[in-house]
């Protein structure tokens, strides 16, 4: 079967992601179950036919793959979807994993990402984080909120990402959109570029290194919106692994600075529910006085204890969500528990 065909079959499924790995038929996740599009095995010149096809849609050279063992890109086939791919070499030969993103952006509400994350939108500067796991959703809440600025707002957003996920129209912002590495060499590089180009909104779209993290600390003291991401999970270890990413005598300072730029961390997860589909949990870290002195005097472990016991209106916790869940009967308890950051206070809860 043809790359195209197989892709087109895998949208009308409704699946999340393509897998192509020797040794196994093409497989598409639908609602976090495999589903095989061909039948018997693919060989590894299969799937290497597979792979060079996507980089022909692409127009991207496979020389890319060749000389560093893996590769990320973007590309779009015509009224089937927009696909970002990663294709690697195992074991002497080539797979490919294919995320399957829509053409239109994500609404907010089917999304079902509450309103009081994508009030976010409305903030002028400082640095929001949206954290998670691999495939958690945190480039479609990205994109939500991208859009609710673009719509509301006259601003320039620009946009880093690798690949781009999501095009943005002008609206009453304008957005330009950056791609790593075919529009800029590094995510520091097109950050630090960023600032020279008179922007309102930046959305980087992963903190990767300790370069990046920097510089978007200096975005984000310097007036400017910046949105990004990092897979990690719930506030606390996100500040955690930020202020851990820089050496040890820097990390008095930078928890200094960090209290003051970051205006929240959004936290979120795909739970899968009794009826076999997943539906997204979110936590939601605001950034009041109590929670800066933390951060600034390295108490970051009471900072699920703010989150968790709800004094504070602006703030959403996730074992809260999932007890809630658990109370609607859309998910059991025991899967309630697998997801919860503090599983022994909310089996006592539930």
């Known amino acids: 079967m043809e790359l195209v065909e197989l892709l087109r079959q895998a949208v009308s499924l409704g699946g999340s992601d393509v897998f192509i790995?020797?040794?196994?038929?093409?497989?598409?996740?639908?609602?976090?179950?495999?589903?095989?599009?061909?039948?018997?095995?693919?060989?590894?010149?299969?799937?290497?036919?597979?792979?060079?096809?996507?980089?022909?849609?692409?127009?991207?050279?496979?020389?890319?793959?060749?000389?560093?063992g893996d590769d990320d890109f973007s590309f779009a086939i015509q009224d089937v979807s927009r696909f970002r791919c990663n294709a690697y070499k195992q074991r002497g030969t080539v797979a490919a994993i294919c995320r399957i993103v829509n053409f239109a952006l994500p609404d907010a509400t089917e999304m079902g990402i509450p309103k009081i994350v994508m009030e976010l939108a409305n903030l002028r500067s400082?640095?929001?984080?949206?954290?998670?796991?691999a495939g958690s959703g945190k480039s479609t809440t990205l994109a939500c909120l991208v859009d609710k600025?673009?719509?509301?707002?006259?601003?320039?957003?620009?946009?880093?990402?690798?690949?781009?996920?999501?095009?943005?129209?002008?609206?009453?912002?304008?957005?330009?959109?950056?791609?790593?590495?075919?529009?800029?060499?590094?995510?520091s590089r097109a950050l630090r570029a960023a600032l020279r180009q008179a922007p309102d909104v930046v959305l980087l779209g992963?903190?990767?290194?300790?370069?990046?993290?920097?510089?978007?600390?200096?975005?984000?003291?310097?007036?400017?919106?910046l949105l990004s991401t990092l897979?990690?999970?719930?506030?606390?270890?996100?500040?955690?692994?930020?202020?851990?990413?820089?050496?040890?005598?820097?990390?008095?300072?930078?928890?200094?600075?960090?209290?003051?730029?970051?205006k929240a961390v959004v936290s979120q997860r795909l739970v899968p529910t009794k009826d076999?589909?997943?539906?997204?949990?979110?936590?939601?870290?605001?950034?009041?006085?109590?929670?800066?002195?933390?951060?600034?005097?390295?108490?970051?472990?009471?900072i699920d204890n703010v989150i968790f016991g709800g004094s504070d209106k602006t703030?959403?916790?996730?074992?809260?969500?999932?007890?809630?869940l658990v109370r609607d009967g859309s998910i059991t308890r025991e899967t309630a528990l697998v997801y919860a950051a503090n599983p022994e206070t909310l089996a006592k809860r539930i």
């Open 276 to 302: 076999g589909q997943r539906v997204p949990v979110f936590e939601l870290m605001t950034v009041n006085p109590a929670i800066q002195n933390m951060i600034r005097d390295g108490r970051t472990h009471q």
């Open 315 to 324: 703030m959403i916790s996730m074992d809260a969500e999932l007890q809630r």
């Open 231 to 262: 897979h990690t999970i719930g506030a606390a270890k996100t500040v955690d692994r930020i202020i851990d990413t820089f050496p040890a005598e820097q990390q008095t300072q930078i928890r200094v600075q960090l209290s003051m730029v970051l």
């Open 126 to 133: 400082g640095m929001v984080l949206v954290t998670g796991p």
């Open 21 to 68: 790995i020797p040794g196994s038929g093409v497989m598409v996740k639908v609602n976090n179950t495999m589903h095989r599009l061909t039948d018997g095995k693919m060989l590894p010149p299969d799937t290497e036919v597979l792979v060079r096809n996507m980089y022909e849609l692409t127009h991207r050279d496979y020389h890319h793959l060749e000389e560093s």
């Open 149 to 187: 600025i673009n719509t509301e707002r006259e601003a320039h957003i620009i946009t880093i990402e690798d690949p781009i996920e999501y095009l943005h129209r002008h609206k009453k912002s304008l957005v330009s959109q950056r791609e790593v590495p075919n529009d800029a060499a590094t995510f």
């Open 206 to 225: 992963e903190m990767r290194d300790l370069d990046t993290i920097r510089t978007a600390i200096t975005a984000a003291e310097t007036g400017h919106l």
